[in-house]
């Protein structure tokens, strides 16, 4: 049992590394925590349901359909009301409450749009055979999921690596002022980031039905903890810390549905307090940083 809740959580870890991914580079580029973010995955998961049950659209291409729609709405999102948050006296605590108040739009224009029954998507998409490792047996629609998410962690750390808009990004990530005054596009590039937050969190969304079950509109409330959970054990502004951070949730996560399944729901809360009080900076952190 240890070795299939071991695999199994490395599988679901990827894939909520990659969730919590856009939340992660948002903070980090833009120093704001988007309150909404559990909400765009719950859309992205509303967009794959729609495109299948009427078009018969596999959810591979409604990844695609997902980046490119998510992605504009985040530009919409971004040039009203992101700009004017930055010039403001506080603008932490105020995004908290505009991502709050966005939060609960997105939920009740999700109730009015699909109604408060679950959607989901069959599991029989991908096959039904099961993938066979170390001597247990995974659902292969587990496999297909961390697949999809390793690579899209993977083509995320290339874009911030080795482009040039990357690598805008990593400066101002390492310090907003300085790359201000170094004459980098600071602007241009938190809407670049926060679009792509979005657009990932969608696409995580997608995909999220073959790993959580179904999903319904106050969905998004307990996802977002999970994902900031996930982003403050790894390292709050790290995107390498959303993958730690994923896999030590994912993990303990199936440790504690196989030997302790009643207590599986606190597991993002009580890393969130060990983290903070053991390593506040979270496991990639070099220092606290205040949001």
Do not use: C
Not at 221 to 233: C, D
Request: glycine content about 10%; aromatic content about 12%.
């Amino acid at each position: 049992m240890f070795t299939y809740s071991l695999i199994s959580g490395i599988l679901f870890g990827l894939f909520f590394g990659f969730m919590a991914l856009g939340l992660n580079l948002i903070f980090g580029v833009m120093q704001m925590v988007n309150l909404a973010h559990g909400d765009f995955v719950v859309l992205g998961g509303y967009l794959a349901v729609v495109l299948y049950s009427s078009l018969h659209l596999n959810p591979v291409v409604s990844l695609v359909v997902a980046l490119l729609l998510f992605f504009v709405v985040g530009l919409l999102l971004f040039f009203p009301l992101i700009p004017r948050l930055s010039n403001s006296r506080d603008p932490e605590m105020l995004s908290l409450i505009l991502f709050f108040g966005l939060s609960q739009v997105l939920e009740a224009l999700m109730v009015i749009g699909f109604g408060d029954n679950p959607r989901s998507l069959p599991l029989s998409i991908f096959g039904n055979a099961p993938w066979h490792f170390l001597g247990q047996s995974y659902q292969i629609v587990w496999v297909i999921t961390a697949g999809v998410s390793l690579l899209m962690i993977a083509l995320t750390y290339l874009f911030l690596y080795y482009t040039r808009t990357g690598q805008a990004v990593r400066a101002v990530m390492g310090n907003r002022d300085e790359a201000m005054a170094s004459g980098l596009p600071v602007k241009r590039t938190s809407a670049i980031i926060f679009s792509l937050g979005l657009a990932l969190a969608a696409m995580s969304g997608v995909l999220s039905p073959f790993m959580i079950g179904s999903l319904d509109p106050t969905s998004g409330l307990g996802l977002t903890t999970i994902a900031f959970a996930i982003v403050v054990i790894g390292s709050l502004g790290n995107p390498l810390g959303s993958v730690l951070g994923g896999l030590v949730y994912g993990i303990s996560l199936m440790l504690m549905q196989t030997y302790l399944s009643s207590w599986s729901v606190l597991v993002p809360y009580l890393l969130l307090l060990i983290i903070v009080l053991v390593k506040p900076s979270g496991l990639l952190g070099k220092g606290v940083r205040h949001a």
